[in-house]
């Protein structure tokens, strides 16, 4: 009975047992910080990142309906200019005699210029397509190089000994030392 007194006794001089606390020291809490840290953010985050690359998606799609939409007016402006081509050849059939070679240039000048027009328009939808294509696979690329370098990083952290990890606080202190004398 005397030693289970005794070891409740010295239980007491003992500042870790029995209670409960914030370990505030960050040497020794640092590594389950990050874990827990880097697991709240690839949780969340890859909600985060599916949402920006549906977005994403929504914006080319509405880019390339726009560039539909463009391009059946210029279709629609296309059959506009036939309908008066047609026109303007049976007017030229009624003035043959008066001025044959002035209409074949106005119908010629008419067709180069529709012609024309789509072309940059489809040019244009062309060009909005790619460049939003590139703004999607640069943003992916992006995240997937962030997620890859926290992968890294977690990876690193989970590898480090406390020497080397001791070496590392210490080296990036004296780093930052270094910057804020140079800001100074």
């Not at 640092?30 to 874990?35: D, E, H, K, V």
């Amino acid at each position: 009975m005397k030693n289970v007194i005794d070891s409740l006794i010295s239980l007491g001089y003992w500042p870790s047992a029995g209670s409960f606390g914030f370990n505030t020291d960050i040497l020794a809490t640092n590594p389950i910080n990050l874990s827990v840290v880097l697991g709240v953010l690839i949780f969340f985050g890859k909600g985060v990142l599916s949402d920006l690359l549906d977005n994403r998606k929504y914006r080319i799609l509405k880019t390339i309906q726009n560039s539909e939409e463009l391009r059946e007016g210029a279709i629609e402006q296309l059959e506009k200019a036939r309908s008066r081509l047609r026109k303007v050849e049976m007017e030229a059939d009624q003035f043959r005699v008066n001025g044959y070679s002035e209409i074949e240039r106005e119908k010629l000048n008419l067709i180069n210029s529709t012609s024309k027009s789509l072309e940059q328009l489809e040019n244009y939808k062309n060009e909005t397509i790619h460049f939003e294509q590139q703004r999607a696979i640069n943003q992916v690329r992006q995240r997937v190089f962030q997620q890859a370098l926290q992968g890294a990083l977690g990876t690193l952290n989970s590898c480090l000994d406390n020497e080397l990890h001791l070496r590392t606080i210490s080296a990036n202190i004296g780093m930052f030392g270094t910057m804020k004398e140079i800001t100074n």
